[in-house]
């Protein structure tokens, strides 16, 4: 038996719904060594959005019940049936659908297939880790989107959206520490310093992208991390320099895009879209790198709390309210 943060499926006057509750579960919940092939003793997870929406809304994210949730996991192998790894390894895993269509690592214990698994760099500790977790791993595949669509230090603004997010947070530190000038978007006009202190040169309310406006505005961006969509990202598409580039990465505005194609056909405005859950290993193992090696951990210890797991359903509800700042640590075990 071990600890775990399980969801159920409920049912309310004919609307289905999710129980979410930390109790005891038995090993024969995880799949087959056969099919897992590694099992690890989790020692830290995380709260991302999507854990957010699969513990208080249950589908469309959840695709099997029960599910122990938890899409983030940093641990220890306990014994494997994969070339690539042996007991005692210390490993982390993102996405794959884990927490989603597969048992995640808001747990004690998970089993999970090698192949999804990447080493933690060994200057990352455990709960370090999962402070950046799928949030900040996402960050660092936008900033290398944006790298690659040729974006320098010194071409320009950079904007980031959802600012004080798990995303936008670990974005604006890591854009500032690569010498952009950094503007951070948020509703949180008390965020100010915080924000700057993380490496915004400017702090603007969000409200002067959430509403609807015009196909061309004025060109401003030589860069956007979007991780809000909806108008949001579409006034960052219309006042994005040309040739310039938007790296779309979420949508807690929504999953709408009421857009024209004037940004793209007049100014040759790139839309990259940030996909962190099916990512070769390769790539993983580079984003993971450059954030042991360039994120700044002071600035990292100042977007995150810790909880212990007991607490995460009642964190996650928060989360989905916008009362959280940063990211939530989610502590397995000592």
Not at 18 to 45: F, K, N, W, Y
Not at 108 to 135: F, H, K, N
Not at 163 to 176: C, E, K, Q, R
Request: proline share 4%; with cysteine.
């Amino acid at each position: 038996m071990f600890q775990a943060l399980l969801l159920e499926a409920t049912e309310t006057e004919g609307r289905p719904g999710v129980r979410a509750s930390v109790r005891a579960v038995d090993d024969s919940l995880l799949p087959p060594e056969a099919e897992g092939q590694v099992t690890l003793a989790i020692r830290h997870s995380t709260l991302n959005y999507k854990d957010g929406l699969a513990i208080c809304r249950g589908a469309p994210i959840v695709r099997q019940w029960p599910l122990i949730a938890g899409i983030d996991g940093a641990g220890t192998v306990l014994s494997s049936r994969h070339p690539d790894w042996q007991p005692g390894d210390e490993v982390l895993l993102n996405g794959w659908g884990v927490g989603e269509g597969h048992h995640g690592c808001l747990a004690e214990r998970a089993r999970l297939s090698g192949d999804w698994l990447v080493r933690r760099p060994a200057t990352l500790g455990s709960a370090e880790a999962m402070a950046i977790g799928t949030a900040g791993y996402t960050a660092m595949l936008c900033l290398m989107a944006l790298e690659r669509h040729g974006l320098k230090p010194g071409d320009g603004e950079v904007l980031v959206t959802g600012a004080t997010g798990g995303v936008g947070s670990v974005a604006v530190a890591l854009l500032a520490s690569r010498g952009h000038r950094v503007v951070a978007a948020t509703g949180k006009a008390e965020e100010g310093d915080f924000l700057r202190g993380l490496g915004a040169a400017e702090v603007i309310d969000r409200a002067l992208l959430s509403a609807a406006g015009k196909p061309l505005q004025r060109e401003r961006w030589a860069g956007v991390v979007d991780s809000v969509g909806s108008h949001t990202l579409v006034n960052a598409l219309a006042q994005t320099r040309s040739e310039g580039a938007v790296a779309a990465c979420g949508l807690a505005q929504g999953a709408d895009l009421p857009a024209t194609v004037m940004p793209f056909i007049l100014r040759g405005v790139s839309l990259l879209g940030i996909n962190s859950v099916t990512q070769p290993r390769a790539v993983r193992e580079t984003a993971w790198a450059r954030l042991a090696e360039e994120l700044d951990r002071a600035k990292l210890a100042a977007i995150t709390q810790e909880i212990p797991l007991a607490e995460a359903p009642a964190a996650a509800a928060r989360l989905l309210a916008g009362q959280v700042r940063g990211r939530l640590v989610v502590r397995i075990a000592a």
